[in-house]
């Protein structure tokens, strides 16, 4: 376990993710959008897109990022990721598993991995990984096929069993409920939904989860 991917944050406990489908914009312009309000890492999340297409919008998305001094992280495609030289990968419980995805991208790449219960969780703390996701927390509407909500319980409880290893939290979280989700345990929320429902306002959603409350 490294705490790169928190010192990546650079202080921040926010962690957005894109979505051209809500955002009706490009990777690239989200990535835009999403530093105007200070962000400084970004997952880009992509389930429609042929990966040609997905790694061409990719890189294009990393150009922006490396001249707002950004970092990258690429959902499920470790591909992409060491093609481009993103900054890591999040993978999820059917993709490629954590240990081969160190052994491509090598010790310096931040790879988080995804978990739906505490003893998931558990489980991740002894993989090659730099921060583990936990959720949906609540009900969300962002993945089709998404788990049972985990609730502020489960999260209370994975925050238990993982120690000080890098936890986030993801799934149905908006800048009214992430208190009581980082009260409850998480080190950082990640948020799709509540951020690009209206995307004029993405910068300023953005400022409203950096601010302190």
């Known amino acids: 376990m490294s705490f790169r991917f928190l010192e990546a944050l650079a202080g921040s406990s926010l962690y957005p993710l894109t979505d051209r489908t809500l955002s009706g914009l490009s990777h690239a312009d989200q990535v835009l959008q999403l530093s105007q309000g200070g962000a400084t890492v970004v997952q880009l999340r992509e389930k429609d897109l042929s990966p040609a297409e997905f790694c061409a919008q990719a890189e294009e998305a990393l150009r922006v990022a490396r001249e707002r001094g950004m970092k990258i992280i690429v959902n499920d495609r470790v591909d992409i990721a060491l093609a481009l030289k993103a900054d890591g990968v999040h993978l999820g419980q059917d993709d490629l598993p954590p240990e081969a995805a160190r052994r491509l991208l090598g010790s310096d790449a931040i790879i988080g991995f995804s978990t739906h219960s505490p003893k998931q969780a558990e489980a991740a703390t002894q993989m090659p990984i730099d921060y583990i996701a936990i959720g949906p927390i609540f009900a969300t509407a962002s993945k089709l096929r998404a788990n049972f909500p985990v609730g502020l319980e ?60």
Do not use: C, H, Y
């Open 154 to 213: 489960g999260l209370r409880l994975a925050r238990q069993v993982v120690g000080t290893f890098p936890l986030v939290a993801i799934g149905g979280i908006t800048s009214e409920n992430s208190v009581s989700v980082m009260n409850a345990g998480a080190d950082v929320v990640a948020v799709i939904s509540d951020i690009w429902r209206l995307s004029e306002q993405a910068p300023s959603q953005v400022k409203r989860f950096l601010t302190p409350k």
